[in-house]
């Protein structure tokens, strides 16, 4: 009789990755952590990278923080963590068919915005000044996994989240992370177009003709139709960097479709509008807990940073919500009320 089950530790998997692509990163030749760990007995490392990240607080508090709209009335919007789940999908579904390490690429998804700051994009505005260079929120995911939560996670997933944004220069080391750049571009553009027209903002028909014809309409059928190009882009015989790539034709429709999306939501009259609002209410969280920084939750701070990253800390891991109802107790409740619904930009 054939047994029900099949034990399959982290010795058996490590060796099955030895059948993946050739472009795939295993296990066995990772960079390894910062802090040497002895090994688990059923869990890889990028495994067990996947599982401490689903367990960081961070993590948990990108369902209260902006996608495009905040605090949006209806339930179907978006928020910054259906989002990540949606990334993690497309990008599991990139490095699968293109036989990558699926894990590695789950694990740089689930993480690759844990470092955003209340209201989305418009924090990034508002902390710049108080950070040489400005604030990026990739850069603070990092600072978040290593500094504040001791994750202690393997150096391809630390390098996935600092370079998942297109705007990071050097690229992901890792074709895995490649897959999480086109992975996110693909579920914010059919996803925020999705919630734009579901908001009134847009309509179907106001999308660009060349997107429409090219990927669908948003949602399911857009996200397929662009996973597929980039599939086709990166195993095009034409591909001779191997480098996971979209296919041309569909790679102008996303890119006409992400202008679109900047001129019609992104920069829209109502974002710009409301804008300034969003930022004040970061600044003066910020300011006031430079001057009174006994308020920082010792659970949740770097003692041995300056004050003003401490701030910074804490203010870019806020909610909208938590931030919005701070701002409401120290300040006033119609600074607060201003912002509804508010587009981000980003």
């Known amino acids: 009789m054939t047994p029900p089950f099949r034990f399959t530790d982290r010795v058996m998997r490590e060796a099955a990755e030895e059948h993946l692509a050739a472009a795939a990163t295993r296990v066995a030749g990772s960079r390894g952590r910062v802090h040497p760990e002895p090994e688990d007995p059923l869990r890889t490392a990028f495994e067990r990278d996947r599982d401490r990240i689903l367990h960081a607080k961070a993590f948990r508090r990108l369902k ?19 989002h990540t789940l949606q990334v993690t999908q497309v990008a599991r579904s990139l490095a699968r068919a293109l036989g990558l390490n699926e894990t590695l690429a789950e694990a740089i998804a689930l993480a690759h915005d844990v470092g955003h700051s209340p209201f989305g994009h418009l924090g990034e505005d508002a902390l ?14 990092v600072r978040i996994v290593e500094v504040l939560e001791h994750l202690n996670l393997t150096w391809e997933v630390r390098d996935g989240i600092r370079a998942h944004s297109w705007k990071i220069d050097p690229p992901p080391a890792t074709r895995e992370g490649e897959c999480v750049r086109y ?26 003709d060349r997107a429409r014809a090219v990927f669908g309409a948003p949602g399911s059928e857009m ?5 597929e190009a980039v599939v086709q882009g990166s195993l095009s015989p034409g591909n001779t960097a191997g480098d996971v790539v979209m296919a041309p034709e569909p790679l102008e429709a996303m890119h006409e479709l992400r202008a ?33 920084p006994e308020l920082i ?4 701070r770097d003692t041995e940073a300056d004050p003003v990253t ?19 107790r120290l300040f006033d409740a119609d600074a607060a009320s201003r912002l509804t619904p508010l587009l981000r930009i980003r």
């Open 64 to 82: 209260h923080k902006t996608q495009v709209f905040l605090n949006p009335d209806g339930d179907h919007f978006v928020t910054r963590l259906t």
């Open 128 to 141: 710049e000044p108080y950070v040489p260079g400005g604030w990026h929120h990739a850069a603070q995911g």
């Open 183 to 208: 992975a996110d571009r693909i579920g914010y553009l059919s996803h925020d177009a999705l919630d734009a027209i579901r908001a009134g903002v847009v309509r179907p028909d106001d999308l660009p």
């Open 223 to 227: 996200v397929g139709t662009m996973i």
């Open 260 to 292: 679109f999306m900047f001129g019609r939501v992104y920069n829209s009259e109502t974002a710009a509008g409301q804008k300034h609002v969003a930022i004040d209410v970061i600044r003066r969280l910020v300011d006031h807990h430079l001057a009174h």
């Open 297 to 300: 939750p010792a659970s949740y």
């Open 310 to 328: 401490q701030v910074v800390d804490y203010v870019s891991g806020m909610t909208d919500r938590f931030a919005l109802a701070m701002h409401d």
